[in-house]
């Protein structure tokens, strides 16, 4: 890790006291109260008392100590262009099913990093392995309270875990996770799940292993392996390994898995604590769970419970339909395009919400050219493949998921912008994540996407890091 240099400013919120105390964009805070800072961490951990003196450097080179007398939970007003500012943990594992291995060429910079860094974890809910952490990273959870942490589990068994890992080092994460529990700190937990090497007798074992652990594991998520083209190869051809898509009859027995297990957390703890990814129950053709059966939804962005989401905002938005009917918005033609996994679903949807609103509403699913067509869901299509798929709709508005464009709403995947997209189609473009957005959306029109409620892909926008060569994804 490089020397930190503290961050640089990259907004200051009106009214706030970093703006009364004359500080600008594009100035950098240095320290508070003599300490350096190394990341947005350490400055809402430094900040969060009664009186701080802070340090700044200014555009010119000169700095400022200011003296805040606040609330220790008032926030001085500062957004930064970046998380960290003494550079990035780099993952020190080599797994075959790595997302990363399978990216084609020319997309955002960002995602190309084999970031590892549990900082990330904790600020923008990235999921991390735990293995590349210091004695004194262990010090700065403990000293920082840094919790809930994302955590790739994948197998508790150490010596498969390591195969899944391509680290023959990677340390005993039940360990770890135990280390976790005596601080006092919380982790969210996934397994993704290739048939043939982590399921059957390893998976109960990881359930067994990663349930007893609770409260410490809030929850365990089972997620299938995701492959491209150019991923399936490597991994077959380095490994041996073939990367399985879930099929109907093992997403069955998986499900019926997972429900055990839940049933026995709901015994024990009064929650389900394990689910299953939304693409085992589609391709099972299983009903999905009860919204009380996610816990909340907090692995949401993890694929899970985003169905039934979906589903339960389309109920609410029908109640209110029928409570007090739209106006103004029939005989509007709408195009809704999606990803393949969530097409039957959403099609069934729309044609009931155009039936409440008289709206011609139609749903395109888009087949992925980018990664392969067995990467399937929306948050993962290119800005060319929405073109390919809509380019000449005859549509008053066209609705694109909003998963589908980076933090800030900007660019998609293939750094294509929002007005090329809108260029290539034809038509007027809006984003939604769900049918009472769209139903807004269609009301309000086009309207530019505002950054995403959830603060994880914030990290892999193009204006939020520099990436060091170092930490690239490098062929073998």
Same mark, same amino acid.
């Given at each position: ?430 984003? @939604?994540?769900?049918?009472?957005? @769209? ?8 309207? @530019? ?26 062929? @073998?």
């Amino acid at each position: 890790m490089k020397a930190p240099e503290g961050g640089i400013i990259s907004a200051v919120t009106h009214g706030s006291l970093a703006e009364e105390a004359g500080v600008v964009p594009g100035d950098t805070i240095v320290a508070i109260d003599g300490r350096v800072l190394r990341d947005a961490v350490d400055y809402q951990f430094y900040a969060a008392e009664h009186e701080i003196t802070a340090r700044f450097r200014k555009a010119d080179g000169s700095e400022d100590l200011v003296v805040f007398e606040k609330d220790p939970d008032e926030d001085l007003g500062l957004a930064f262009e970046r998380a960290t500012w003494d550079g990035v943990q780099v993952c020190n594992n080599t797994c075959f099913f790595c997302f990363l291995k399978g990216l084609p060429k020319g997309l955002r910079k960002p995602l190309y990093l084999k970031d590892d860094d549990y900082r990330l974890s904790f600020l923008h809910g990235n999921f991390v392995t735990l293995t590349n952490l210091t004695d004194d990273d262990w010090a700065r959870l403990d000293e920082q309270r840094l919790s809930p942490l994302n955590i790739s589990v994948h197998a508790t068994e150490v010596e498969l875990r390591r195969k899944l890992l391509g680290n023959e080092r990677a340390p005993d994460v039940v360990a770890q996770l135990e280390r976790l529990r005596d601080l006092g700190l919380h982790a969210h937990t996934q397994i993704v799940l290739t048939p043939g090497v982590n399921d059957g007798e390893a998976l109960e074992r990881s359930l067994s292993d990663l349930t007893a652990l609770y409260p410490t594991v809030q929850t365990v998520s089972v997620v299938p392996v995701g492959a491209s083209p150019r991923l399936e190869d490597w991994s077959r051809e380095r490994d041996g390994i073939e990367l399985l898509p879930p099929e109907r009859e093992f997403a069955r027995g998986l499900i019926a898995t997972v429900r055990r297990f839940q049933r026995a957390c709901e015994a024990a703890y009064g929650r389900s604590v394990v689910q299953c990814a939304d693409e085992y129950y589609l391709a099972a053709g299983r009903r999905l769970p009860a919204a009380r059966r996610y816990d909340g939804f907090p692995q949401y962005e993890n694929g899970i419970g985003m169905v039934r989401t979906l589903m339960e905002d389309w109920s609410r938005l029908r109640r209110r339909l029928r409570a007090k009917p739209a106006t103004g918005v029939a005989g509007r033609r709408v195009a809704i395009a999606c990803g393949r996994l969530i097409g039957p679903v959403l099609a069934r949807l729309t044609a009931e919400f155009a039936a409440e609103t008289g709206i011609e509403a139609s749903v395109h699913p888009v087949t992925n050219t980018l990664f392969g067509e067995r990467v399937n869901v929306s948050g993962l299509l290119s800005g060319g493949d929405f073109v390919r798929t809509l380019a000449g709709v005859e549509a008053d508005l066209v609705l694109l998921p909003r998963t589908s464009l980076d933090y800030f709403g900007e660019r998609f995947l293939d750094s294509m912008t929002v007005a090329e997209v809108e260029a290539g189609i034809g038509a007027p473009v809006a984003f @939604a994540t769900s049918l009472s957005e @769209a139903f807004e959306a269609i009301q309000a029109g086009p309207q @530019a996407p505002e950054p995403a409620s959830a603060p994880n892909g914030v990290f892999w926008s193009d204006s939020s890091i520099d990436v060091p060569v170092e930490a690239v994804w490098v062929e @073998a």
